[in-house]
């Protein structure tokens, strides 16, 4: 069936280092391709999308590429900073009309000055 | 702006009762409303789709007679877990797509309701 993979956490890091989440997904069609941030006792927020494949969403210093070859869409950051501490899910979207979003686990990052 | 709160955020309660949670769109009209369940350390797992002034439609595997889902209003959508057992425990997210976004491809999240049953 349609899953989400993204890597357990938590990721800690320290300020100014660079960041990686992997994320790879199962889906029939083309999905959309999302990754939502929480933060400490807030709703989930829409980070960044892509649609299609080779498409790259970026937002706030974040970016991630829609691979189909690997089906993968990595979470990237190059110089992370404390108030990115938050967990962050990656989700699909199936295409075909249909609007149910599967999400991964979720991947705690703590970021240490 | 598209703040959707969730009431209570956290709520122990004794085997055998009822727990409602409540879902609100603060500044904003939602004709849909989504409800997610998560375990620990395990994904988002959406559990029923409500439309204000219909029935939802819940996802294969959830009890509809057991997680009883109302959408009243355009602001309000109530989870009902009845007869709650400890295996209910976990933490359940709504969501709302605005009004405006016929497609509902917008999905505002509230915080969450951490639910555990003794």
């Known amino acids: 069936g349609d899953s989400v993979t993204q890597m357990e956490g938590p990721v800690t890091l320290s300020e100014e280092a660079f960041l990686t989440i992997n994320c790879t997904y199962t889906?029939?069609?083309?999905?959309?391709l999302f990754w939502y941030v929480q933060y400490p006792g807030e709703g989930l927020q829409l980070l960044l999308k892509?649609?299609?494949?080779?498409d790259k969403g970026s937002n706030k210093g974040f970016e991630a590429t829609y691979r189909k070859e690997t089906t993968s869409f990595h979470l990237e950051k190059g110089s992370v900073q404390v108030s990115d501490s938050a967990v962050y899910f990656c989700?699909?979207?199936?295409?075909?009309?249909?609007?149910?979003?599967?999400f991964g686990a979720g991947t705690r990052l703590a970021v240490h000055p | 702006g598209a703040v959707v709160s969730q009431h209570p955020s956290w709520v122990i309660c004794k085997s055998g009762t009822s727990v409602k949670i409540e879902c609100r769109s603060l500044d904003f009209q939602a004709t849909t409303m989504f409800w997610y369940r998560q375990f620990p350390k395990q994904s988002l797992m959406l559990m029923a789709t409500s439309n204000e002034g219909s029935k939802a439609t819940y996802e294969q595997g959830v009890e509809k007679d057991k997680f009883l889902i109302n959408h009243a209003s355009l602001t309000l959508s109530t989870l009902t877990v009845t007869s709650a057992h400890p295996e209910d425990s976990s933490f359940y997210i709504c969501?709302?797509?605005?009004?405006?976004?016929?497609?509902?491809?917008?999905?505002?999240f509230g915080p969450g309701t951490r639910l555990l049953v003794l």
């Open positions: 889906a029939t069609g083309y999905p959309s």
């Open positions: 892509a649609t299609k494949a080779d």
């Open positions: 969501s709302a797509s605005p009004l405006r976004d016929r497609g509902q491809e917008t999905q505002y």
């Open positions: 989700a699909l979207r199936l295409s075909g009309g249909y609007n149910k979003l599967i």
